[in-house]
């Protein structure tokens, strides 16, 4: 999986507990290793960059080791900054009275279901611009699939929202108008093109990949290939597979062998199902990963295994 190092923007999903994590944290310490400058951020409410590295991880980057930061992201504190600085967008733009009505609004609307994954969803697609240019390469660890996948669809929802505003705001303003010194206009013309960029970057083989994480079970299996669709039907490039947690092959222990013998079966599914793209096995290992020094032995495996054979 060396390959992957050589991205931008790499994102780690799957289904909760598989170890999203883990190989989110394992792969930022080898990319880091390689010379790297990484940012890893984690967008999964139920932060846990922080028990890894054994370190307080908050809404601005830390530096966890030479040429790694930590970046844990919250939907209602984002939410809180993105609103106070949409006030202090518009606070030049109009009266004092639309002013008040204005923010009201705003108030309203950021109390609305959907505030905070949006406000997410920008200070997201600000890294993915490559906003922080301190960075070479950010690595996501996701909230589980499916508000990831809703997040990673949004540029595109948001562009045709986008668009539709600008209309009804040049046909409120009439034709004879400039377009080009009306500053609404000038605000919408600004968001939709950072809305192209992110979206352009997101959809660049060469700048981004989405690494599956799964565990050699049924419904992670099932989970997985549905995301697979649904990332192509988004345009998105999937880097690979990491099937976690993979028992040893020989043990003398009958419960391990008899679980071994019921993940083989697994594994020779994800082989067959999803043999176009690479895949690589991360052995369980005796603990659980806790601390840079077990990470730093699974990040070893991670990027200098070959990958199973396609
Ligand atoms: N290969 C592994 N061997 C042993 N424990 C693991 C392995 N991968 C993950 N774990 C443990 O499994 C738990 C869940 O992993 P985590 O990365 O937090 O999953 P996710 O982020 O997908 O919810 C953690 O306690 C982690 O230490
Ligand atoms: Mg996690």
């Known amino acids: 999986m060396r390959h992957l190092l050589e991205k931008k923007v ?12 883990t190989c989110a944290s394992a792969t930022a310490l080898a990319a880091s290793h390689a010379g790297k400058r990484v940012l890893l951020v984690s967008t999964d409410p139920a932060h846990s960059t922080s028990d890894i590295f054994e370190r307080e991880i908050g809404p601005e980057p830390i530096e966890l080791l030479a040429n790694l930061w930590g970046l844990e992201i919250d939907g209602a ?13 518009i606070q030049g733009l109009f009266g004092h009275h639309i002013l008040q009505e204005a923010n009201k609004q705003i108030d309203l609307a950021a109390s609305m279901p959907g505030a905070e994954e ?3 969803f920008d200070r997201i697609g600000g890294l993915i611009r490559g906003e922080d240019t301190r960075f070479d390469l950010i690595v996501f660890d996701t909230a589980p699939t499916g508000h990831t996948l809703r997040l990673i669809r949004m540029p595109e929802l948001m562009e045709a929202w986008i668009r539709a505003l600008s209309r009804s705001r040049q046909a409120m303003l009439g034709i004879e108008q400039d377009d080009k010194t009306d500053p609404v206009l000038i605000s919408l013309t600004g968001r939709l093109e950072g809305l192209r960029e992110f979206r352009a970057r997101l959809l660049s ?18 989970e997985t290939a549905r995301a697979i669709v649904q990332l192509d039907e988004a345009g998105v490039t999937v880097g690979g597979l990491i099937v976690n947690r993979v028992l040893p092959a020989s043990s003398p222990d009958p419960f391990l062998q008899s679980r071994h013998s019921q993940e083989v079966i697994y594994l020779d599914e994800i082989d067959r199902r999803f043999s176009k793209l690479s895949r690589v096995r991360v052995p369980q290992l005796p603990s659980d990963v806790h601390g840079v020094q077990t990470l730093e032995a699974l990040s070893e495996m991670l990027v200098s295994r070959s990958q199973v054979a396609t």
């Open 77 to 89: 504190l984002e939410s809180q900054r993105y609103v106070a600085n949409v006030k202090q967008n």
């Open 118 to 120: 949006m406000a997410l």
């Open 10 to 21: 790499l994102f780690f999903g799957g289904k909760g507990g598989v170890g999203k994590t």
């Open 205 to 222: 083989p060469r700048v981004s990949a989405f690494m599956l994480v799964l565990v050699a079970e049924r419904l992670p299996i099932e």
